[in-house]
C-alpha cells in the first residue's frame, strides 16, 4: 500500500523488517531469520520500520511497529 502512495514499486525501499539489532534481506524466509537472528526461546519477535521518506506524508520521520510471529520448526 505504502509504495502505492508513494510510486515506489519496491516495497523493501519503503519497509524494513528487523530482528532483534539485525535488518533482514527481503528475500530471507521467517524460519530462516529465526535460525540465524532469533536467539531466545519463545516466539519470533519481528518490528519494521516505514520510510516516511520517498514522498509518504510529504516527512522524513520514521515510525517503528513490533509484530510477534509464532514459526514452527
Not at 13 to 21: F, L, M, Q, S
Request: glycine residues 6%.
Amino acid at each position: 500500500m505504502a509504495a502505492a502512495v508513494s510510486g515506489d514499486p519496491n516495497p523493501e525501499n519503503i519497509i524494513e523488517i528487523w530482528c532483534g539489532d539485525q535488518c533482514l534481506d527481503p528475500n530471507m524466509n521467517l524460519r530462516s531469520a529465526r535460525y540465524f537472528y532469533w536467539k531466545q526461546s519463545g516466539d519470533l519477535v519481528l518490528s519494521y520500520l516505514v520510510s516516511k521518506e520517498n514522498g509518504i506524508n510529504n516527512s522524513t520521520t520514521n515510525s517503528t511497529t513490533t509484530i510477534i510471529i509464532t514459526v514452527p520448526i
